[in-house]
């Protein structure tokens, strides 16, 4: 009589934790390593503009990131500074920012460096961080 | 006289004990979810028709008034600003509030607080949403952003940001400030909805404000510009202003998850060089797996937060001309 209760406790500590063993789900993100580079006006730095990485020959997300006060951008692809997938990619460099409270966001820098076809801006992510040389904007 | 020896009672050994209490614990286990999940299915309900509620403000306010209600500044320098919902009050049995607020100077000031837009109202709460105990402020009192208002849960949309087109993340040409449901200083008809009112998102959920809330978390708890723009009722602020979206963590923004992820971007410095004075708040909701969504026909749906983000962006357009598929 002692030893069924005892087979019946494991038994129902298996059911109270067998259901936490799932893994996460598999996601469909491709391996990505740390970018960073700089945005430059002539010499000055360029704050708060928008940084964003066209894959060349692929559909796939866009890397993009935003400068900061010394001009400094980090690529983001799926979450936050997380860098960009390898390979080769077109440039374009947009800066929204809203004057006229009624107006709403608008692109403050030519409007041909926010197209990849016109920018003239390339790059290439290597695997593994990686730093890329400034894109000057010319006035 | 016969005298009873006491037997020795037959009681439960301990293993038997613990088995019993075993099998109570595993049946309350298994009970307690069940009567969360009814909980959290009422709350939804709930907010399912405070949104129909303000839905049939909407039209009700339509033709008397020949057009809906937007968020009015008369004047970028003006101080005084009025959201669409103020004016929306006395089609909402809110007629109280509304008489006792005086439209000519700023919601700030203290002759429009009390009783008027520190008020809280039931049809602008989500009961799943952790708000009531949290109020909002403005940058414009001293010191800035001091709780003096009660906050709403649904916002709607000015417009679709431009910069989802630079990352191809939206049809071309619908990325505009201005092609949302809720207007600036325009009137706006129904007329001018010419993607069909059942194709485009009146009002949504962005729960939460003006704390920061990140995949279900509580990130940052609001003080100074550590918020997120918006949250009370009254401010036109608390507008979502154009759909941004950001990346999978809530903390890079444009990007390509846009439903449930952060209910806003922390202001950091005010004004901001993105929104200038205006919200900064994202498309969050308390629900599981997505948000509830008022078209602009007056029928509420629940958007899964899957939802691609060119499919959120056609809805919030009032007038992209986008072809969609079932969002259901």
């Known amino acids: 009589m ?11 500590l298996a059911l109270a934790f067998g259901p936490f063993g799932c893994g996460k789900a598999e996601s469909d993100r491709k391996p990505t390593f740390a970018v960073e ?7 000055k730095p360029v704050a708060n ?5 066209h894959p060349v020959g692929d559909a796939g997300v866009k890397p993009r990131g935003k400068t900061d006060a010394n001009g400094v951008y980090k690529l983001t692809t799926y979450d936050g500074d997380d860098g960009a997938p390898a390979g080769s990619y ?6 929204w920012a809203t004057v006229h409270a009624d107006a709403g966001p608008v692109n403050r820098i030519p409007a041909k460096y926010s197209r990849p076809e016109s920018s003239g801006f390339a790059a290439e992510v290597a695997e593994g961080p990686t730093t890329i040389e400034p894109f000057v904007l010319k006035k | 006289m016969v005298r009873r020896i006491p037997s020795r009672r037959r009681g439960f050994t301990l293993i038997e004990l613990l088995v019993v209490i075993a099998i109570i614990a595993i049946l309350i286990g298994l009970l307690l979810p069940a009567v969360q999940k009814v909980r959290e299915a009422a709350a939804r309900s709930t907010c399912t028709n405070n949104l129909k509620q303000l839905g049939l403000g ?8 020949n057009g809906l209600p937007s968020n009015i500044r008369p004047s970028a320098t003006s101080t005084v600003r009025v959201r669409w919902l103020t004016y929306l009050l006395p089609y909402l049995e809110q007629d109280n509030v509304y008489n006792n607020v005086n439209l000519n100077v700023n919601w700030h000031q203290p002759v429009n607080l009390a009783p008027g837009f520190s008020t809280r109202l039931k049809v602008v709460e989500c009961p799943s949403a952790p708000n009531g105990q949290i109020v909002d402020g403005a940058p414009d009192t001293s010191p800035a952003w001091t709780n003096i208002v009660a906050n709403g849960d649904y916002s709607g949309f000015y417009g679709v940001s431009p910069e989802l087109e630079t990352l191809g993340l939206i049809t071309p040409g619908t990325g505009r400030v201005n092609n949302g449901a809720i207007s600036k200083t325009t009137k706006l008809r129904f007329a001018d909805f010419t993607d069909g009112l059942s194709n485009t998102i009146h ?7 003006p704390n920061v809330y990140r995949n279900g978390k509580l990130a940052v708890t609001a003080g100074g510009n550590n918020r997120v723009n918006g949250g009370g009722w009254c401010r036109p602020a608390s507008e979502l202003n154009v759909l941004r979206g950001s990346s999978a963590d809530g903390l890079s923004f444009p990007g390509q998850y846009a439903i449930n992820v952060t209910n806003g971007e922390a202001l950091g410095t005010y004004p901001h060089p993105y929104y200038n004075v205006d919200g900064t708040g994202q498309v969050y909701g308390f629900h599981t797996g997505g948000v509830n969504v008022l078209y602009a026909d007056g029928s509420v749906r629940f958007l899964r937060s899957t939802t691609d983000i060119r499919t959120l962006a056609a809805l919030v357009t009032r007038n992209g001309g986008e072809t969609l598929a079932n969002t259901d």
């Open chain 1, 90 to 95: 077109r440039v374009t460099v947009e800066l």
């Open chain 1, 49 to 53: 503009a928008t940084v964003v990485f």
């Open chain 1, 2 to 12: 002692y030893k069924r209760p005892a087979i019946s406790c494991l038994v129902l």
């Open chain 2, 203 to 209: 009002l949504t959920e962005s729960a939460g404000r």
């Open chain 1, 37 to 43: 580079g700089r945005v430059l006006e002539g010499t």
């Open chain 2, 58 to 65: 909407f039209h009700n306010f339509h033709d008397p008034n």
